[in-house]
């Protein structure tokens, strides 16, 4: 429990049981599923509400975001993680039903809001001395459908004249995460457009491992992977046109560390504010944080949103104060529907 003391601890025996957190009015159940990058953030957000009413039960799976999506679509979960935008018509192949239309043909209706902020990060090994920095044009040349590049010298002939002509050993995520889809969109413009030639894995930290075994090995995930395994990886800065930029909270935060700042999303199935402990709940997301809140990640003049709090928590990145604004503004628009 990270964001109550001791102190603050409310436990009450009931019938010889001890019931641990505060009890309120509201009670309840919330499915959530989706992103298992999101798992944690969604996890610590119902963690601290379920704490401040302890008769709602939140729990909180990871199928994944399109397997999350398609459970979402049918009604049967309360809200969506996802590690990048629910899928329209003109981002899935013809004849391919899309997700928007799959909850639209259920009648689910539903509200989009930004959640965290993440860094896809570019990785290579830490003997790699050579290579600090690639352009977005030097990594499009690299991963796109078809590349000819092969080696260290095909990306900058320098490299291959200083001797370092070697073999790319190339590794990211499989189709299946939102983390390719992120990438591809940001580096190769479609979703799903990458060469068929790397190693391609479900597990982030398999691509860890493949890229600390080799010298001339080249990935790319996650941030927080590169925070947990920084003996192993090298970080590459990426430029975009303004020069090499390092992702770290600031860069990630200020939206200067492009094209792969990417956003996080939290669905709320709309039909599901007809119960009141399921608004309360979306309120919370983007509501300030209280003094009983764990401060450490929280600088001494900023005031937080549990969603903003919640990110930096398990290492993911703060939206911006307008994007909660927005999003509180959004809320209380359609829950005005139900109250």
């Not at 092969?150 to 073999?167: K, M, P, Q, S, Y």
């Not at 189709?175 to 982030?204: C, H, L, Q, V, W």
């Not at 937080?304 to 503004?329: N, P």
Request: hydrophobic share 35%; net charge negative.
């Amino acid at each position: 429990m990270a964001g109550a003391s001791v102190g603050a601890l409310s436990v009450s025996g009931l019938a010889g049981c001890l019931v641990r957190g505060e009890p309120s009015h509201l009670e309840g159940q919330i499915v959530v599923d989706g992103s298992n990058t999101l798992l944690p953030h969604g996890a610590a957000v119902a963690e601290e509400f379920q704490w401040r009413n302890n008769r709602v039960r939140i729990p909180v799976r990871g199928s994944g975001t399109g397997a999350g999506f398609q459970l979402f679509c049918e009604g049967t979960t309360d809200v969506q993680n996802a590690s990048r935008p629910i899928l329209g018509p003109e981002d899935v192949p013809e004849g391919q039903r899309s997700e928007v239309e799959q909850c639209g043909q259920a009648g689910v209706d539903y509200v989009e809001f930004e959640a965290a902020l993440d860094g896809l990060a570019v990785w290579v090994h830490p003997d790699n001395h050579w290579c600090d920095c690639l352009t977005t044009e030097e990594l499009r040349r690299i991963w796109e459908p078809g590349s000819e590049v092969e080696t260290w010298g095909d990306i900058r002939e320098e490299w291959a004249e200083e001797g370092h002509d070697g073999e790319l050993d190339l590794y990211g995520r499989d189709p299946a995460s939102g983390t390719f889809d992120s990438f591809t969109k940001a580096i190769n413009g479609e979703i799903g457009a990458i060469r068929s030639d790397y190693s391609a894995s479900a597990d982030t930290n398999v691509i860890v491992r493949g890229v600390r075994g080799s010298r001339n090995a080249l990935g790319w995930g996650g941030l927080g992977y590169y925070e947990e395994n920084k003996e192993d990886l090298k970080l590459v800065d990426v430029d975009d046109g303004d020069g090499c930029v390092t992702p770290t909270r600031e860069t990630i935060e200020s939206g200067t560390y492009q094209p792969l700042t990417r956003a996080m999303y939290v669905y709320f199935n709309v039909n599901s504010f007809e119960k009141e402990h399921v608004r309360e709940y979306a309120r919370f997301y983007f509501s300030p944080i209280d003094e009983r809140a764990d401060r450490s990640d929280v600088g001494p003049e900023e005031e937080l949103a549990w969603t903003q709090w919640a990110a930096r928590k398990v290492g993911y990145f703060a939206t911006t104060d307008e994007s909660v604004r927005e999003a509180r503004e959004r809320l209380e628009e359609v829950l005005a529907r139900y109250e």
